[in-house]
Nanobody, 115 residues
Framework: QVQLVESGGGLVRAGESLRLSCAASGRVVGVVGVAWYRQAPGKERELAASIAVGTNIMYADSVKGRFTISRNHDWKLAYLQMNNLKPEDTGVYSC?????????WGQGTQVTVSS
């Protein structure tokens, strides 16, 4: 079992930055990748960014050039650096870790961007 806890969300103004963290605990062995998802009010959850073994990184078009995903050497910490935030970035951000075919989710952290 793996437990994930996100942190770093908050209320910011458009143009400002936030750095989200995803802390993993438990049996963090055989990690395939970590992804950050977000869900805006009234909308479906969408993938914002992901990083997989071999440093394969993917970003949604809406965040390219503004968000950067990273992780530490043992996968126990993952980050999402969010720059030049926009009101449309508002939502609950959750991290998902894939470990040997199993997927684990955190509870999420709220990000609110005011115009």
């Amino acid at each position: 079992q793996v437990q994930l806890v996100e942190s770093g969300g908050g209320l910011v103004r458009a143009g400002e930055s936030l750095r989200l963290s995803c802390a993993a605990s438990g049996r963090v062995v055989g990690v395939v990748g970590v992804a950050w998802y977000r869900q805006a009010p009234g909308k479906e959850r969408e993938l914002a960014a992901s990083i997989a073994v071999g440093t394969n990184i993917m970003y949604a078009d809406s965040v390219k050039g503004r968000f950067t995903i990273s992780r530490n050497h043992d996968w126990k910490l993952a980050y999402l650096q969010m720059n030049n935030l926009k009101p449309e970035d508002t939502g609950v951000y959750s991290c998902k870790m894939t470990v040997r075919g199993a997927q684990y989710w955190g509870q999420g952290t709220q990000v609110t961007v005011s115009s």
